[in-house]
């Protein structure tokens, strides 16, 4: 089955340990990317990657770092979380142009907590 | 930073009745997509416009684009419990050459379908 996953579905941790939420896709997509959803502020994207060592800034990248090391994983990383990193995080996957399709396909969502 | 503006934010009728939602957006596009999410869940890809097309259609859904007015509007017809859900509409901006690594999402439409 086509599809993205992502590992925890929640978590909760403490400020300032750092973490890593995993994502991996199994559609041999190019284009994978990172958001956050937050009430009234809808998504907003964290970074993307278009290809294996090649990724890029989104809209709020501040806190957070990737890698692309693999076509099939794009996992995010926090560094130093702080309770404003509180969110739920999609991971999302495309063929992007290379494919001509751009239909986004997101995982089901990581629930994080920083106490 | 926000491209596409849903309206309503929240809107709730009836079993059967049809469900308009519109998005405004403020930069000139390659495509515009409108997602769906049910409660805390990934989204799912619903239907994609390209900038040349005015109208879409897939099942109960009828998407129209105005590039004139930088506006779309989603109608999902007979509506069913079922669609309870958010909508989200996204667009890919012009000088991104095609590709899709800059979707910027609204922030979203709760439709509440009452049987």
């Known amino acids: 089955e086509a599809q993205v996953t992502q590992n925890p579905r929640y978590l909760i941790t403490v400020t300032g340990k750092k973490l890593t939420v995993t994502c991996s896709q199994n559609?041999?997509?190019?284009?994978m990317s990172w958001y956050r959803q937050d009430p009234g502020l809808g998504l907003r994207q964290i970074y993307y990657?278009?290809?294996?060592?090649?990724?890029d800034k989104g809209d709020v990248p501040e806190g957070y770092k990737v890698s692309r090391k693999e076509k099939r994983n794009f996992p995010l990383i926090l560094e130093s979380p702080s309770p404003n990193q509180t969110s739920l995080y999609f991971c999302?996957?495309?063929?992007?142009?290379?494919?001509?399709?751009?239909?986004?396909?997101f995982g089901p969502g990581t629930r994080l907590t920083v106490t | 930073s926000q491209q596409g503006e849903e309206d309503p934010q929240a809107l709730s009728i009836q079993e059967g009745e049809n469900a308009t939602m519109n998005c405004s957006y403020k930069?000139?596009?390659?495509?515009l997509q409108w997602y769906r999410q049910n409660s805390g869940r990934g989204l799912v890809h619903l239907i994609l416009?390209?900038?040349?097309?005015r109208e879409k259609h897939s099942g109960r859904l009828r998407v129209t684009l105005d590039t004139s007015k930088k506006s779309s509007s989603l109608l999902i017809t007979a509506s069913r419990a079922a669609d309870t859900a958010s909508y989200f509409c996204a667009t890919v901006p012009l000088n991104s050459g095609g590709s899709n690594y800059k979707l910027t999402f609204g922030k979203g439409t709760l439709l509440t379908v009452n049987p």
């Open positions: 930069t000139s596009i390659n495509n």
């Open positions: 416009i390209r900038s040349n097309e």
């Open positions: 559609m041999n997509h190019e284009y």
């Open positions: 990657s278009m290809n294996v060592e090649v990724t």
């Open positions: 999302a996957s495309s063929s992007g142009m290379a494919g001509g399709s751009y239909e986004q396909y």
